[in-house]
């Protein structure tokens, strides 16, 4: 079976509960405080082990952090060997979360923002067939993108956060793009869906993309070949993941053999799961409540 490997970020998030995302020159009392692990990075990496796919992370943190990883990922089977512990902080994210569900985040990089090489070298152990996963919360990331092309291997995107240097970045080598209206908007310029869809689609005409678009459900564009799925009626609790649990599922089903329609249902569904919970890492499902939902 071919295999995935993550390279990103590690974060620890530090969550408040408040009834709406403060304003600016406002100070605000939360309602609940926690600390959760995070990071689009190993969200995703947890959600496509979670999924059944067999995947890798390579990413840093503090080594002081690692034991606590490992112990939080122990039971569903994700490769940590390639995280790597450094003589410096974690990445961090201090993210709000309102009453709606909805979130607004402020990530430091720590680790994340001083990737070495030996990280990135693990790329180095996979090829053609192999996918890659990227989001943009770690440095280095144009290489990255061109290493692990060099290695034959299947580049997957997910732009986000979004930041005007990716424009510059090497686009063209990214295989499939997982993103949201807001990133679609700014790298295609476009802020009505249907446009952005086809000026995505002619800027990178052999790419695979995926619009995720909420309540509106998502959007699949490669060529002329065109996918949708609606979203599902859930109460948002915490939105945070949500996007990192589509990312991992859509994937997994990919390399699970599914096709894109079917994969973008059990993403869907994934999804609308870790909105129903709070928090990030852990509110992503496994794959046996996803069947069972
Ligand atoms: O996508 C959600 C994640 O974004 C959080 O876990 C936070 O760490 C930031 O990376």
Same mark, same amino acid.
């Given at each position: 079976?071919?295999?995935?490997?993550?390279?990103?970020?590690?974060?620890?998030?530090?969550?408040?509960?408040?009834?709406?995302?403060?304003?600016?020159?406002?100070?605000?009392?939360?309602?609940?405080?926690?600390?959760?692990?995070?990071?689009?990075?190993?969200?995703?990496?947890i959600?496509?082990?979670?999924a059944?796919?067999?995947?890798?992370?390579?990413?840093?943190?503090?080594?002081?952090?690692?034991?606590?990883?490992?112990?939080?990922?122990?039971?569903?089977?994700?490769?940590?060997?390639?995280?790597?512990?450094?003589?410096?902080?974690s990445?961090?994210?201090?993210?709000?979360?309102?009453?709606?569900?909805?979130?607004?985040?402020?990530?430091?990089?720590?680790?994340?923002?001083?990737?070495?090489?030996?990280?990135?070298?693990?790329?180095?152990?996979?090829?053609?067939?192999?996918?890659?996963?990227?989001?943009?919360?770690?440095?280095?990331?144009?290489?990255?993108?061109?290493?692990?092309?060099?290695?034959?291997?299947?580049?997957?995107?997910?732009?986000?956060?979004y930041?005007?240097e990716?424009?510059?970045?090497?686009?063209?080598?990214?295989d499939?793009?997982?993103?949201?209206?807001?990133?679609?908007?700014?790298?295609?310029g476009?802020?009505?869906?249907?446009?952005?869809?086809?000026?995505?689609? &002619?800027k990178?005409? @052999? !790419?695979?993309? $995926?619009?995720?678009? %909420? =309540?509106?459900? /998502? #959007?699949?564009?490669?060529? +002329?070949?065109?996918?949708?799925?609606?979203?599902?009626?859930?109460?948002?609790?915490?939105?945070?993941?949500?996007?990192?649990?589509?990312?991992?599922?859509?994937?997994?089903?990919?390399?699970?053999?599914?096709?894109?329609?079917?994969?973008?249902?059990? &993403?869907?569904?994934? @999804? !609308?799961?870790? $909105?129903?919970?709070? %928090? =990030?890492?852990g /509110? #992503?499902?496994?794959?046996? +409540?996803?069947?069972?939902?």
């Amino acid at each position: 079976m071919k295999r995935i490997l993550v390279l990103g970020s590690i974060n620890i998030d530090h969550s408040y509960e408040l009834e709406r995302i403060v304003r600016p020159g406002e100070t605000v009392a939360s309602r609940a405080y926690r600390t959760a692990w995070g990071g689009k990075g190993l969200n995703q990496a947890i959600a496509l082990a979670k999924a059944g796919a067999e995947t890798a992370l390579a990413a840093q943190l503090s080594a002081g952090d690692r034991p606590g990883l490992e112990k939080f990922c122990a039971p569903f089977g994700l490769d940590l060997s390639k995280v790597r512990g450094l003589d410096c902080p974690s990445g961090h994210a201090i993210i709000q979360v309102e009453s709606s569900g909805q979130n607004s985040i402020i990530i430091a990089a720590g680790a994340n923002g001083r990737m070495e090489d030996e990280t990135i070298s693990a790329v180095d152990d996979y090829g053609p067939g192999d996918i890659l996963l990227l989001q943009n919360e770690v440095d280095r990331m144009p290489e990255i993108i061109r290493r692990g092309k060099e290695q034959g291997m299947t580049v997957a995107l997910n732009p986000s956060p979004y930041t005007s240097e990716m424009l510059d970045w090497p686009l063209e080598l990214v295989d499939i793009f997982i993103l949201n209206e807001t990133e679609g908007e700014y790298i295609s310029g476009s802020a009505q869906v249907e446009e952005m869809l086809g000026a995505l689609a &002619a800027k990178f005409p @052999a !790419a695979g993309i $995926v619009l995720t678009l %909420g =309540a509106q459900g /998502s #959007i699949y564009r490669r060529g +002329e070949e065109e996918h949708r799925a609606a979203a599902l009626k859930v109460e948002a609790v915490d939105t945070t993941a949500a996007g990192d649990t589509y990312t991992g599922y859509f994937l997994a089903g990919l390399l699970q053999g599914k096709n894109v329609k079917e994969a973008m249902v059990l &993403a869907t569904r994934a @999804a !609308a799961i870790t $909105v129903s919970r709070p %928090g =990030a890492a852990g /509110s #992503i499902p496994l794959a046996k +409540e996803v069947e069972n939902w």
